[in-house]
């Protein structure tokens, strides 16, 4: 079955820091491209950031420089590293594929961010 599953969130300072987790159950190498989406009470699910096969990554306005994607394929394994996090990062952060039409969605990780 597939499954993304993400973690490390938390409730944190305005100006700290997170980093999220995304495993999923097949194997991230025969995926292209992946990325951390996020949505906000009352607001539309936004991509943030994503990463290529090849590791090539683009982001958001509202995160560069301040939010890092990576991949490790031999875990199966996503990560987004944030930091200075402000007040309205603050959402449920999911994983999933960019092209090629989404895998089934998993619960997400919620982010809290205060002022």
């Known amino acids: 079955q597939v499954q993304l599953v993400e973690s490390g969130g938390g409730l944190v300072q305005a100006g700290g820091s997170l980093r999220l987790s995304c495993a999923a159950s097949?194997?991230?190498?025969?995926?292209?491209?992946i990325g951390w989406y996020r949505q906000a009470p009352g607001k539309q699910r936004e991509l943030v950031a994503g990463?290529?096969?090849?590791?090539?990554?683009d982001y958001a306005d509202s995160v560069k420089g301040r939010f890092t994607i990576s991949r490790d394929n031999a875990k199966n394994t996503v990560y987004l590293q944030m930091n200075s996090l402000k007040p309205e990062d603050t959402a449920v952060y999911h994983c999933?594929?960019?092209?090629?039409?989404?895998?089934?969605w998993g619960q997400g990780t919620q982010v809290t961010v205060a002022s």
């Open positions: 999933n594929t960019i092209t090629g039409g989404f895998m089934p």
């Open positions: 097949v194997s991230t190498e025969n995926i292209n491209t």
């Open positions: 990463i290529s096969s090849g590791g090539r990554t």
